[in-house]
């Protein structure tokens, strides 16, 4: 069972109506500004926890490690997170979620003041917010249909894209003048204080289309239910390709972003400030892709548009193989924005069209699994590297990602006439 067809907003508005066409929506636009909320304090987050960890110790490898700390939560808990999605009230598991992450934030605030913050503590409050993460995600995606029509579906994912890499772009620079002007203890309160708005944000959100779930599907045992939303996505096979296509990116081209410091150092010669400028530009193209995606009008091939975005970041990758000149490895990593951001609007739409609304949470569960598996990608590609050379390493990358582009296109037409 599929919901409507309709994935993109009318052909005949402008481009400027089509692109911000759900921001009308009074409950998607509270939602959205909740995102923003949101994702400002987690990606300032990300670089005042790295920068604390590294004041704390000194040690890469633990700076590393805190890093990833939210990684195993989401492998572990994504799977139940998708299944309460879909047995519980999706609006309530996001507030409940923002709270929690915007309260420890506050704890870590509180224990740099108090002076027992330690990088124990720091590893801890990862953990934590990843849990919270694997558990909000599924329910922020499943809940979209339910605040819009379902042929504007398209334009509201992929304008909840273009909310995350304008955060993903502003995020870290915001958060690292931060913590350089007012120090790490007000800038985590300050993220406290941001994430806590999404949180009162999202309580004002009011679900148009009820949760799909049956009450007696609460008592359902929770592990028969994840089985349920495995098998389901398995026997889909529209379903099973979109999540091995998003498979491939993540090992490919969202874990070769790891290796981009040796990159810089190796082949440009640079260092923090370069490598700054190509993650910025990566962040500039996928906040360009995003928008271009809520753009698309109802008569584009949204499974075309999808994989020439892949084909994008792999020809992105594959250049950067081989590039010396810093100039041409700027265009390289735009190009990579824009490809990824596209593949990844598109491809969270298309997968909760070709979702029933019983299973939707469950299907988000696995999907969002991938932001787990970002951080262990990285570790063959890393142990090539060693190996062989950063080159190699790179061309592997590319090179898979490309292939499966290219299968996909050519075993799974369903996919390319969606």
């Known amino acids: 069972m599929t919901i409507g067809v309709g994935g993109a907003v009318g052909y005949g508005r402008s481009y400027a109506n089509r692109?911000?066409?759900?921001?009308?929506?009074?409950?998607?636009?509270?939602?959205?500004?909740?995102?923003?909320?949101?994702?400002?304090?987690?990606?300032?987050?990300?670089?005042?926890?790295?920068?604390?960890?590294?004041?704390?110790?000194?040690?890469?490898?633990?700076?590393?490690?805190?890093?990833?700390?939210?990684?195993?939560?989401?492998?572990?808990?994504?799977?139940?997170?998708?299944?309460?999605?879909?047995?519980?009230?999706?609006?309530?598991?996001?507030?409940?979620?923002?709270?929690?992450?915007?309260?420890?934030?506050?704890?870590?605030?509180?224990?740099?003041?108090?002076?027992?913050?330690?990088?124990?503590?720091?590893?801890?409050?990862?953990?934590?917010?990843?849990?919270?993460?694997?558990?909000?995600?599924?329910?922020?995606?499943?809940?979209?249909?339910?605040?819009?029509?379902?042929?504007?579906?398209?334009?509201?994912?992929?304008?909840?894209?273009?909310?995350?890499?304008?955060?993903?772009?502003?995020?870290?620079?915001?958060?690292?003048?931060?913590?350089?002007?007012?120090?790490?203890?007000?800038?985590?309160?300050?993220?406290?204080?941001?994430?806590?708005?999404?949180?009162?944000?999202?309580?004002?959100?009011?679900?148009a289309r009820p949760d799909a779930a049956a009450p007696g599907r609460r008592r359902e045992n929770v592990f028969n239910s994840v089985l349920d939303g495995i098998r389901y996505s398995a026997r889909n096979k529209t379903i099973l390709v979109l999540l091995l296509l998003t498979l491939a990116t993540t090992m490919t081209s969202q874990s070769f972003r790891s290796l981009m410091p040796a990159q810089v150092d190796l082949v440009f010669g640079g260092?923090?400030?370069?490598?700054?400028?190509?993650?910025?530009?990566?962040?500039?193209?996928?906040?360009?892709?995003?928008?271009?995606?809520?753009?698309?009008?109802?008569?584009?091939?949204?499974?075309?548009?999808?994989?020439?975005?892949g084909a994008l970041s792999a020809v992105a990758i594959l250049v950067s193989t081989y590039v010396t000149v810093f100039l041409i490895g700027i265009v390289a990593m735009l190009a990579l924005g824009l490809g990824d951001s596209g593949r990844r609007a598109l491809n969270s739409a298309l997968i909760l069209e070709q979702t029933d609304a019983e299973h939707r949470g469950r299907v988000m569960g696995i999907y969002m699994l991938n932001f787990g598996l970002r951080p262990i990608g990285a570790i063959p590609l890393g142990i090539l590297a060693e190996r062989t050379s950063l080159q190699t390493s790179f061309a592997v990358a590319g090179a898979v990602l490309l292939v499966s582009v290219i299968l996909t296109w050519i075993l799974a037409p369903r996919i390319r006439n969606l």
């Open 19 to 207: 692109t911000f066409h759900s921001l009308g929506n009074p409950n998607y636009r509270k939602f959205w500004i909740s995102l923003i909320f949101l994702m400002a304090g987690i990606n300032m987050q990300h670089l005042a926890r790295g920068q604390l960890a590294w004041d704390l110790t000194h040690d890469a490898f633990l700076v590393a490690l805190v890093g990833a700390g939210f990684a195993p939560p989401i492998l572990i808990f994504g799977l139940f997170g998708g299944s309460l999605a879909d047995r519980w009230n999706r609006r309530r598991m996001i507030q409940y979620a923002q709270l929690i992450v915007s309260l420890v934030a506050l704890f870590v605030a509180i224990s740099i003041v108090m002076k027992f913050v330690t990088i124990w503590v720091l590893f801890g409050a990862a953990l934590t917010q990843g849990l919270c993460w694997s558990f909000m995600m599924p329910a922020r995606q499943a809940i979209i249909p339910q605040l819009v029509p379902d042929g504007e579906l398209t334009n509201a994912v992929a304008l909840n894209a273009s909310g995350m890499a304008l955060m993903t772009l502003s995020g870290p620079a915001i958060g690292g003048l931060a913590y350089w002007w007012i120090g790490p203890e007000a800038t985590y309160f300050l993220m406290s204080g941001l994430m806590f708005v999404a949180f009162l944000m999202m309580t004002r959100v009011r679900v």
């Open 271 to 309: 260092d923090a400030k370069e490598l700054g400028i190509l993650m910025s530009t990566i962040g500039v193209g996928a906040l360009i892709g995003s928008l271009f995606i809520a753009g698309l009008t109802e008569n584009v091939k949204r499974g075309v548009v999808l994989l020439v975005a």
